[in-house]
């Protein structure tokens, strides 16, 4: 096999890996999106914010140690305790629960039946609002994250295809874990909202609150429950973008890249997400790989959106979305 | 006359019951507009009831506060005897008042089936962890909801549409599809909202027909809404009459022909 090929499949894979952690974020928007038609801005943040309090609950960092100790003159950082990463997440996820309540008690509550574009204003606010917040509770020096996923080269690959193609292939640990951790989740997710009571109340919402509410379904309660969900999936993206990079103010830009992944897929399909998330990851490694060379490299900045901006031409619903048909 | 714990029996056989919804001196307003002015009415235990008026009479109005979507100003509702606190509409629902739309609000992505489950979802009370692992209490649930809404669709004549999405059926059909959802929760008070609006004689006859049948069928107590006279006469034992939000006649069917407020509202009084 010729080297070139074995590289190009080498890159191949890499983006699908990569895919991967898009399509995690791309799966918070759209579970929003179904459920309340909100386009939430602040998805990317919230993953920050998760991985943010995951790194302070296991470290035992005092929240707020900024403003306690200007204003009380203390000098506390830490409690002093480590905790385990298995409760830290536990804990991360009631934080971000409580988010969600809070976000539909206080933001939300107040603006059903608003036109799309006040609730996307809201959330665009929200998502400053929650940045704010991350660095005020946590500070803002990048933060190493370690729960104990398996990291480095996958010895078991890099023989296997040496011994095959005459070229060991680098694929990282933590790509395998979290390819298989996502597809776990999206597994999770189609089988809940298909065949449990809360994902048949939380499917009626997205499809008639007026309908719904005559079946007895809480709009509030579902809603709540949504925010949660995509909470847990903003922790899971968190938890892998940083390990793979540390926990960083950056990575709520992540949040952008979902942006051509939803118009790839389509803003109201699970499954949508999870392609676009993998064609655009491949698409941009590849392009990278191929054309990069030849305009000097860094297309990886520019590719998923010029993708996206072709689909938006030919195919604005994208691959999955619904078609809309105005009837005259 | 009768006493609100009384119940009689129709000339055609079935038992009335006594009052299991009682609307004391309603009044609701929106802003300056009064749509509903002093109104009084009860509803007994396995009777039709109807609710009738020229457009704009607050008919619909009145329907939206009995299942909760409106909250009036001034007045109470009495269920099952006593004085029903202010409630959303899902809770509304949780109580067994079931309702169809006057413009039809069906899951239209879903299949008829999936809409006639989603009636069942109050009767689910089995916990998530038990629904994860499917064992027990969550799956026997799971069969006899199923069992429950084929046995719905089933009566409602729907059965050849069972997997075809809402979206794609025609409007008659999908009333019935609404009625078949409202019906499979069960209802202690089922409230349709002009169930035969915009249907031709043909669907206007087959829906009257399973009104009929599923009143006689099930007990079911129905309230509904209606502003064809003639359909109205045919089906329910016992009219309301609005106009202009007010009361302007209760009684049997044949009370209401008589009753000349009534014959005014619909044919209009000459002004001389």
Redesign the interface.
Known sequence: MPEQLAFAMEVFFNGLMAGVLYSLVALGFVLIFKASGIFNYAQGVMALFSALTLVGIMEGQVPFSHIINAVFGTDIHHFGWHVPAFLAILGTMAVMVLFAWLVQRYIFRHLVGQEPIILFMATIGLAYFLEGVGDLMWGSEIKKLDVGLPQGINDMIDVTTYEWFGYGFFIDNLDIVATVIAALLVIALVIFSQ????G??M??V???H??????????NFVWIMVWSVAGFVALVAGIMWGTKSGVQFSLSLIALKALPVLMLGGFTSIPGAIVGGLIIGVGEKLFEFAIGPMVGGATENWFAYVLALIFLVFRPQGLFG?KIIERV | MLDSSDSYVTEDGRTIGAVVMEMKNITLRFGGVVAIKDISFDIRQGEIRAIIGPNGAGKSSMLNVI?G?YVPQEGEVFFNGKPRPQM????V??QGI????QNI??????TVL?NV???R??K?N?G?LA??IWRGKAEREEIENREKAEKIIDFLEIQHIRKTPVSRLPYGLKKRVELA??LV?EPNLLLLDEPMAGMNVEEKEDMSRFILDVNDEFGTTIALIEHDMGVVMDLSDRVVVMDYGKKIGDGTPSDIRNNQAVIDAYLGVAHD
């Open positions: 065949y449990s009571k809360e048949r109340a499917r009626a997205a499809d008639d007026q309908a719904a509410l005559s079946v007895g379904v809480s709009l619904e | 299942s979507f959303r509409p899902y809770e629902a949780q079931a309702r169809t739309f609000a069906l899951f239209e992505g879903m999936d489950m989603t009636g979802l109050n689910m089995s998530l629904q994860a959802r409202a929760a």
